[in-house]
């Protein structure tokens, strides 16, 4: 697990309750019963190309909340990588990330290992250094301190230390403590043309074992989790209340520049932002619609992706323990 002083946690804490403005996260602050707001999108890249030519789209981007979480989906490379599947970012990315509102990483997924264990302990260092909460691939996770609140986020993902099919080893990772709110964060889930669709059922990407991922969130759950949000699919899937937790099943992509993009220009990008009670349950969320252009989020007014994840959630999971009453909200059914 990655420690980060003290004194650091709380400037971060005061610089995110300063400027974390905005209506999403003042609406929950002001919300009875809401203890923190996690605001979530999925697969982060931004590659020296993007850094060039969208670097005016990108600085538009605005995050707000307590725990602004992204999937890093990749290393700190300099010079980038030769091979474009090795999904190498400029050092320059990470300022841009910060001016974007990001405070929290995780590195447990398929690409930061590309270049070896050197180079994805250098990208947390870096990482951890400019103030950001980063969760690894293996441990009991990062804790963040957030208004006398411990936060711990854990990072799940396929083939690493913490591995999503390994389901008998989640309680003891977990490990949960009195006082406290745990997030997992989850690489797992298949690619294929239908990866929208959950089927309660182990997923692959050709041969390898991507997870059961309704099995795995569930007993994360049981075992004392709090939230559990999931990417890999590289496109949106539906919501889950399990317990009264929340189960984002696949954030898709956000800003994310990468080889294969074009077999997933069909899906939306988007943002949710989760709050939860003090106990740690779901209470409600806003979620921001994106189309994804060039590898970069553009605001879509005419929210495609909250229809849809209203869609899958309420065809593909049966959940009419949610509904969405409209301009991106999510609120339990009372």
């Known amino acids: 697990m990655v420690r980060i002083p003290v004194a650091k946690l709380r400037l971060a804490t005061l610089i995110f309750v300063i400027v974390g403005g905005g209506p999403a996260s ?28 969208q670097l005016d789209q990108i600085r538009k981007i605005k995050l707000r909340g307590d725990i602004v979480f992204g999937n890093f989906e990749g290393i700190l490379c300099e010079p980038p990588a030769a091979d474009p599947w090795k ?14 509102g990001f405070n929290t990483f995780s590195l447990a997924n398929n690409h930061s290992m590309d270049l070896g264990i050197e180079c994805c302990q250098k990208t947390l260092s870096l990482l951890v250094q400019s103030g950001f909460w980063v969760a690894g691939r ?14 711990r986020i854990i990072g799940f993902s396929f083939g690493g230390g913490n591995d999503v099919n390994d389901l008998d080893a989640i309680p003891a990772i977990i490990g949960r ?3 406290e709110i745990i997030i997992v964060s989850a ?27 309704v099995h795995f969130s569930h007993r994360c759950i049981e075992a004392g989790a709090d939230l559990v949000l999931g990417h890999s ?7 889950e209340l399990y317990r009264n937790k929340l189960i984002v099943y696949s954030l898709g992509n956000f800003l994310f520049d990468y080889p294969g993009a074009e077999r997933n220009a069909h899906a ?3 943002s949710i932002s989760i709050h939860l009670d003090e106990n740690g349950d779901f209470s409600s969320a806003l979620i921001g619609s994106y189309d994804l252009q ?16 209203e869609d899958l959630t309420l065809r593909n999971l049966k959940q009419d323990s949610l509904v969405f009453p409209g301009r991106g909200v999510v609120q339990k059914r009372h």
């Not at 605001?39 to 020296?48: C, E, H, K, L, S």
């Open 233 to 239: 699919p590289h496109v949106p899937r539906g919501l």
């Open 177 to 179: 403590k009195e006082n």
């Open 294 to 309: 060039q590898g970069v989020p553009v605001s879509d007014g005419a929210r495609r992706a909250y229809r849809m994840i």
């Open 87 to 100: 999904f190498s970012m400029p050092l320059q990315s990470v300022a841009l990330l910060r001016h974007m």
């Open 187 to 213: 690489h797992m889930g298949g690619e294929n043309p239908a990866a929208h669709w959950i089927r309660n059922a182990m997923e692959y990407f050709g041969d390898e074992k991507r997870g059961d991922v």
């Open 138 to 151: 293996d441990g009991h996770g990062i804790v963040a301190g957030i208004r006398n609140l411990r936060v």
């Open 268 to 270: 939306p990008g988007y």
């Open 26 to 53: 003042l609406n929950a602050l002001t919300q009875k019963n809401v203890r923190l707001t996690v605001t979530a999108v999925g697969d982060v890249r931004i590659t020296g190309r993007l850094a060039r030519s």
